[in-house]
């Protein structure tokens, strides 16, 4: 009996994956540069470098060539269901779901 073996695939291409159906969905400016954060993507001038966390549950950007972080994102517990809401539309797959969702838990584990 055969089974079949999912091919693995590297984080890397998971990344460009998504990158690539993603950046065909219509999203507003702001949620499009956290998106371009999260996958390491130049989508937003300035290019938002960084996100964290606050203890209170909101997010906060450090954008390319600022040395704190100044902008403000939008409450922390949104963020997972903009996620979610946009992978659904761009078709993303399990495993580019996962890479954005464990993207998201990074962020939410470094809280400043």
Known sequence: MK?????????????????HKLAG???SD???AILGCLLGEDWATPR???MVATPDGHLLGRCDGDAAFRAYL???????????????VAELDGDEIGYLV???????????
């Open 30 to 32: 702001h949620f499009r």
């Open 3 to 19: 089974t079949h073996d999912p091919t693995i695939r590297e984080p890397e291409d998971i990344r460009s994956s998504c990158a």
């Open 74 to 88: 939008g409450a922390a517990a949104d963020l997972l269901r903009n996620v979610h809401g946009v992978a659904a």
């Open 102 to 112: 464990g993207k998201v838990a990074e962020i939410k584990r470094q809280v400043r």
């Open 48 to 50: 938002l470098a960084e």
């Open 25 to 27: 969905v219509e999203v």
